[in-house]
């Protein structure tokens, strides 16, 4: 061979070696994105910070283990403050970022909305913080996923325990589909367990402030208890007056649906004028990878407003793990494949004291429920422990069946 020939051929490899570099270069420049479209303003904004805390949590987690097929996993944040501005920027998304899949907070309002933009997109989405029974009824499809408990299973959880503390019932609603689907719930199950008379019904419109006529309503219909179906802010506000009013001290209140980030804002003295509450996480829940999860949460949030893990973060931090390990599972982010690897799978560390399904009849995430009352302050070991368990409800227990479910997304 020539010199010339020798010092070509010498070019040519090096060049083949220069471009295996530079393509191993790009794919691990190449993230795998996500979506997450979280409440950052209006009734809900304070659960985007707990859910944005769970969500960098299970990103960080999966990119310290070596990331997913290969790839570090990027999150691509923006608000959700409503449907319309929820679909638009998922749009956006869509288009601009490549995103493999997403996750929205938001409210059961946002939550239909991109449920019915996955459907037309094809592409997943998991609600991450909302509660309406329509997410797994008349808005599921294959596309979409309900992380947390509807409100069906809620109702079977907390109402048998609430049956207990009168005869007589006033329910508080939050005038849009949560609320209304809530309380229609709840009649249900008072209605199989008898015993309770219903007095009233309050309906509340969202962004309330001002709960004083209907604490006056309250008083003058003078129920055993009332069951407070209002979330968010409004929540806080109606708290806060209860405590002013002094209601909670002739009447039992019952939520039961109760965030984490209610109980903090009003501190742990004022929490007390709840008398029973349904909570779908805290850390003192009796499964063996609670306190191992909020640790972790501590030493990533040292300073982080709330001290310890809520039901947000949580379920965010589930569905982002979960979707990405079944991504891993795939080994793919084709859609079709993502689902199947969803689908039927038992997540045996739940953070709960029983594994989790994801059922794929109705995509709906079927795992525990918690009843708690409000611990006495002085009894409190550290700041967030704030709850004393009642019962645990066996996910299997209070889901509704499969049979129940009209919808069959395998044909859509």
Known sequence: MTLTGKISRRLVLAAG?????????????????????????????????????????????????????GRKVEVVYEDSGTPAQATRKATQMLERDKVAFFVNGGGSAVSAAMFEFAQRNKVIDLA??????????????????????????????????????????????????????????????LKEVGGVKEVGEIKVPLNTRDFSSQIIAIRNAKPDMVVVNVAGVDATALFEQIW????????????????????????????????LAGVEWHDTVPAKDAQ????????????????????????????????LRAIQRAGSTDTDKIIAALENHEVK???????????????????????????????????????????????????????????DLATQ
């Open 292 to 323: 191992a999860f909020k640790a972790r949460y501590q030493k990533a949030y040292p300073k982080a407003q709330y001290p310890v893990p809520t039901t947000n973060s949580v379920n965010a931090y589930l569905a982002v793990r979960e979707t």
């Open 17 to 69: 070696a220069a471009l295996v570099v530079t393509a191993a270069h790009a794919q691990v420049l190449d993230p795998l994105k996500f979506g997450a479209l979280l409440p950052l303003s209006g009734n809900y904004g304070f659960l985007g910070v707990s859910e944005r805390m769970g969500i960098d949590l299970a990103v960080s987690e999966i990119n310290d283990a070596g990331g997913v097929l």
């Open 128 to 189: 991450i913080d909302p509660n309406a029974e329509e997410l797994v009824t008349t808005k599921a499809n294959r596309y979409s996923f309900l992380v947390p408990a509807p409100s069906s299973m809620i109702a079977n959880a907390v109402m048998p325990e609430a049956a207990k503390l009168g005869k007589t019932v006033l329910f508080l609603t939050h005038d849009y589909s949560f609320g209304h689907a809530q309380t229609a719930e709840q009649r249900r199950v």
């Open 244 to 275: 002013e009013f002094e209601l909670f001290k002739n009447t039992k209140i019952v939520v039961p649906l109760l965030d984490f980030e209610d109980s903090w804002a009003i501190g742990p003295e004022k929490n007390r004028l709840i008398s």
């Open 349 to 407: 560390d739940s953070l709960k004291p029983n594994p989790m399904l994801i059922r794929a009849k109705d995509h709906q995430w079927v795992q525990d429920f918690f009843v708690f009352r409000m611990k006495d302050p002085k009894t409190s070991a550290e700041p967030g422990d704030i709850y004393d368990l009642v019962s645990v409800a066996k996910g299997t227990d209070i889901v509704v069946p499969e049979a129940e479910r009209k919808a």
